[in-house]
């Protein structure tokens, strides 16, 4: 789960890291008495569950509060990176003198977390890897012990030279560590984390993801979920109790279990197809999710063939049968759907298709590759 950027700035003020003030708006209006009740300069920022906003237009600086007004209309209802803006941040704009990027991610190569700095912040991290990765430093952490404070005095120096702003930074890295473990984060970042003029350091953007499994055991994380800066899709699976991922291709995948929903997107690709999602219906597949599962992957308009891949253990293959048919009753499905079931209740389950007409296969392989013919005309590889 992505939290927005004063979510995240929360978050990191209450674990004591210095951010600057500020507050949200969804009108201009109330953008323009946020820049009042601030005084001076301030900063607009779009916020949404997307990097690079500021190459996007998305962050602008206002001298006035008529001027923050004027700015939050034209940020607010933007697109971003296809995700419109509806809410904006309003913050006393600092001064940068220099900035630079820290962060910690979940590194499942390492096994732990790890720490990231770069002195090269503000931009993308992505471009400074690709660019000049010799600029960024890493730091594994043993989670017996966290971030030690050597360790965090080691990474901050790579940031600054001076050692009081090596300090507050080795401070900030440290606590940064606490926010991570306290949310059930995956990623925590700051970037750009600046030095104001006067050599404070200060944390200007935040990004936070948090592992949605630890959400169960963190009430007060989990309520901060906008569903309204999600996709769509994967918000109606989630209610669903169905795992979704929207991808770029076009055969839509509904299939049990996620090792096998990961083998059938291999397989579409090994035919020269292009998997539309990921789609787990779990493991007890009553028909009721079947027909979910339909309405998600149908609404999605790239869609233009329907791969089911049932291997039937405890999921029934006649409940999913029925689901199918209880589906195509429901409303009706354009795209052409090939069925592929084995296992607990199968024949059961070709008897329920056959009644409608649907035939289904046994052998994966030929299911995969008719699927893969109905999108690229029977050139299956
Ligand atoms: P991102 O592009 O989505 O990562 O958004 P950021 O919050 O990181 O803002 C992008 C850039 O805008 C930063 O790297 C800064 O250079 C600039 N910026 C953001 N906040 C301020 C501010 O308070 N004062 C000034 N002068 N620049 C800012
Ligand atoms: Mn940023």
Redesign the pocket.
Known sequence: MNLH?YQARDLLRHAGIPV?PGDVAATAKEARMIAERLGGKV?I?AQVH???????G??K?ADTPQEAEAIAGKILGMQIKGLTVHKVLV??????AS?AYVGVIVDRAAHSATFMVSPA????IEEVAAKTPEKIFRQRVDARYGLLPHQALGLAFHLYEDAGKARQAADILTRLYQVFLNCGGSLCEI??L?VTPEGQVLA??A?IVVDDNELDRRPDIAALRDESAEDPAEVTARRANLTYIKLDGNVGCIVNGAGLAMATMDLVKYYGGEPANFLDIGGSSNPEKVVNALKIITADPHVKAILFNIFGGITRCDDVANGIVAATKQFTVTVPIVIRLTGTNEQQAVEILNAVGMKALTDMDEAVKQAVANVTGGKAA
């Open positions: 950027e600057p900063v920022k997307a990097g690079g906003r500021g190459k996007a998305g962050v600086l913050a006393p704009a600092a001064e940068i900035e912040g503000g931009i993308d970037n750009p600046v200007l953007d990004k």
